[in-house]
T-cell receptor
């Protein structure tokens, strides 16, 4: 089944404790992206990647890192999480970086930073 | 100013009613207009996709774009409890911009 898989689904951590949220897609998509979703603000892009070893900042990149060493994986790293990073996070992928391309989303990771 | 503004809702309607969802956008260069549906505890999934102005119909769903007023709409006819979800509009120039979403509840 074609899908984007994120782990974990729920994560509670404390300020400053490094964490990684994994994302994997099995559709051989070139484009991958991370979003955060907050009430009233909608989906905001954190980082995106157009292919292996090619990443760039989205609208809200501060406090986040990403890497794209393999085509299928695109982990999101919070090196020193803070409470304002408490949010619902989604990984997404699409065949290409054309902005009208259909995005496939993972099921989300609910992160709470205490 | 946000690039895409969406009526926040929430909306609660009885089964069988017509649901009307609306967004406005700021950039006249936007060409592609999308509606994503997001069920609770799930990621968004593409529901409808239109290019430029006009209407597009898919079963009970109609997407409408009015580029002269920078207004996009989604209509759901004969709404069902299974339509209960959050609906996000999205549009693009060099990147995809999402509205904040409208949560719809269809009461049986």
């Amino acid at each position: 089944e074609a899908q984007v898989t994120q782990n974990p689904r729920y994560l509670i951590t404390v300020t400053g404790k490094k964490l990684t949220v994994t994302c994997s897609q099995n559709m051989n998509h070139e484009y991958m992206s991370w979003y955060r979703q907050d009430p009233g603000l909608g989906l905001r892009q954190i980082y995106y990647s157009m292919n292996v070893e090619v990443t760039d900042k989205g609208d809200v990149p501060e406090g986040y890192k990403v890497s794209r060493k393999e085509k299928r994986n695109f982990p999101l790293i919070l090196e020193s999480p803070s409470p304002n990073q408490t949010s619902l996070y989604f990984c997404a992928s699409s065949l290409s970086d054309r902005t009208n391309e259909k995005l496939f989303f993972g099921s989300g990771t609910q992160l709470s930073v205490l | 100013q946000k690039e895409v503004e969406q009526d926040p809702g929430p909306l609660s309607v009885p089964e069988g009613a017509i649901v009307s969802l609306n967004c406005t956008y700021s950039n006249s260069a936007f060409q592609y207009f999308m509606w994503y549906r997001q069920y609770s505890r799930k990621g968004p999934e593409l529901l409808m996709y239109t290019y430029s102005s006009g209407n597009k119909e898919d079963g009970r769903f109609t997407a409408q774009v009015d580029k002269s007023s920078k207004y996009i709409s989604l209509f759901i006819r004969d709404s069902q409890p299974s339509d209960s979800a959050t609906y996000l509009c999205a549009t693009n120039d060099y990147k995809l911009s999402f509205g904040a979403g409208t949560t719809v509840t269809v009461r049986a």
